[in-house]
């Protein structure tokens, strides 16, 4: 297993983030960065995700692996992201269900758009096989999905040209501010909730960085002289949060999507605050990591198996809404809710890697 590091430190931290945001309402949602600013810890997923893609295919030492090798290594993973986004959504629609039928409650059957399935589960099961179909706060594996499938492509034009990469992810990400462009959802109307027309640049962006990081210093000598900027737009962030200032879509100039805060289509605001984040906090883990070791090996455990991590988390949330639109929520709820949920998601990352071992441990007949 890898020791522990900065990426895998942050990737743990998305994933507690995400699992507690996707409790809405609960006491701790107010602590997090999202309540803080324009983006949020899906902007941090994704980056670093793109970043892994990058650690994958060159290797620490820069070295790349050879382009077949890299391709299948990641329609792989694709296949794996897959495979995870039809059982979480499967055991979801079991739990409503399940909560519908307990409760007696037949209006939980229309939580998260679930209702559509029930109505109609022979389009809604070929829309699940589709990606198509997707259920409210279930819908970031299925980018994920469609993101490291076109990977490829970003990954074999860097191997040319890493500006070529960044200037094709750019391009695509322009067009689909202007022109809107984004995948349909079925059955049923509106369109998925993260464009992956413009989600991409952000995947592509971590790949990059990677890529320049290794290649040389300029990264590293840049990113201190911009420190003090990032700083101010983590500032003016919480200011624009806080006081609840936002651009009405209704009065900015066209094409609308360049000027707004939109996280369905990554607008231009969103990504230069997360820009911000990443330049104001990537020093922090070298300062914290001698300070609170166990805290640093947790996070990191579960930034190492986050595809599974970010799974459980994702039917535990669900659970933790349940319990919360039983009981009505309060603090000792909400506490009982997120230390349960955050032991399940060390569990599951412990899980994973003694599996792992025992299965390297056995004998080979």
Not at 2 to 19: C, E, V
Not at 119 to 139: E, H, K, R, W
Not at 344 to 351: D, E, H, K, M
Request: one cysteine or more.
């Amino acid at each position: 297993m890898r020791d522990p590091n900065a990426i895998d430190f942050w990737r743990g931290f998305a994933l507690i983030t995400i699992f507690i945001n996707h409790i809405p309402g609960n006491t701790f949602e107010r602590y997090t960065f999202s309540q803080y600013g324009i983006s949020d810890a899906a902007e941090l997923f994704v980056f670093l995700a793109g970043w892994s893609i990058g650690i994958a295919t060159r290797g620490r030492d820069g070295n790349p692996e050879p382009p077949g090798r890299s391709v299948v290594r990641l329609l792989a993973r694709t296949v794996e992201v897959y495979r995870a986004q039809l059982t979480v959504m499967l055991l979801a629609l079991a739990l409503i269900a399940g909560a519908a039928l307990l409760l007696d409650n037949p209006l939980i059957l229309e939580w998260h758009n679930a209702g559509g399935f029930f109505a109609d589960p022979i389009q809604s099961v070929c829309g699940m096989a589709l990606l198509t179909y997707q259920l409210g706060y279930f819908n970031i594996l299925p980018l994920y999905v469609l993101l490291i499938g076109i990977a490829p492509v970003f990954v074999l034009v860097g191997r040319v040209s890493l500006v070529a990469a960044l200037a094709l992810s750019v391009g695509v990400y322009l067009a689909s501010l202007v022109f809107g462009w984004n995948l349909p959802s079925w059955p049923g109307e509106g369109d998925w909730f993260f464009d992956p027309f413009c989600w991409q640049l952000l995947l592509v962006l971590g790949f990059v960085l990677q890529g320049w990081n290794l290649r040389t210093d300029l990264l590293r000598r840049w990113s201190r002289r911009l420190f003090p900027a990032g700083v101010a737009i983590v500032l003016l962030g919480i200011v624009l949060a806080v006081a609840e200032i936002r651009p009405d879509p209704m009065l900015v100039p066209e094409p609308r999507l360049l000027f707004t805060f939109e996280k369905t289509y990554l607008t231009p605001a969103r990504l230069v605050h997360f820009l911000g984040v990443l330049l104001a906090f990537a020093p922090l883990y070298a300062v914290l990591a001698p300070r609170i070791g166990r805290v640093v090996g947790y996070l990191t455990q579960m930034g190492r198996n986050s595809l599974a991590v970010f799974s459980m988390g994702s039917i535990l949330s669900l659970v933790g809404q349940l319990v919360r639109f039983q009981t009505g929520g309060g603090l000792l709820i909400d506490m009982l809710v997120a230390g349960s949920g955050l032991v399940g998601l060390g569990f599951t990352a412990w899980f994973v890697e003694w599996r792992s071992r025992s299965r390297s441990s056995r004998p080979r007949t």
